[in-house]
């Protein structure tokens, strides 16, 4: 069983950056890949990218390229989410999420809040 724990989000003003963290614990071995997601009040959860857990290959959604990228620390598990020049519309409970193969991400992180004032 792998278990996920995200960190790092906070209040943070427009055009600031954030570095989102996720911890994954247990079954690391299981892991193929990790996704970042996020979802706003009211709207439906959003795919912004993954990253090939042995390759560190990456890949990022339209909507947030050139603005965030995808890391791995390979010694510490940990997966982060660099988010650069932030608007209000980022404004969300931001998840990693992990799968075991190029399928349904099965295990979930609880999620950290990200607010971006105007």
């Known amino acids: 069983q792998v278990l996920l724990t995200e960190s790092g989000g906070r209040l943070v003003q427009t055009g600031g950056s954030l570095r989102l963290s996720c911890v994954a614990s247990?079954?690391?071995?299981?892991?193929?890949?990790m996704g970042w997601f996020r979802q706003a009040p009211g709207k439906e959860r959003e795919f912004l990218g993954h990253?090939?857990?042995?390759?560190?290959?990456?890949y990022l959604t339209d909507s947030v390229k050139g603005r965030f990228t995808i890391s791995r620390d390979n010694a510490n598990n940990t997966v982060y989410l660099q988010m650069n020049s932030l608007k209000p519309e980022d404004t969300a409970v931001y998840c990693c999420?992990?799968?075991?193969?190029?399928?349904?991400?099965?295990?979930w992180g609880r999620g950290t809040q990200v607010t971006v004032s105007s």
């Open positions: 999420a992990s799968s075991p193969s190029f399928g349904k991400y099965e295990t």
């Open positions: 247990g079954r690391t071995s299981s892991i193929h890949r």
């Open positions: 990253i090939i857990w042995s390759s560190s290959s990456t």
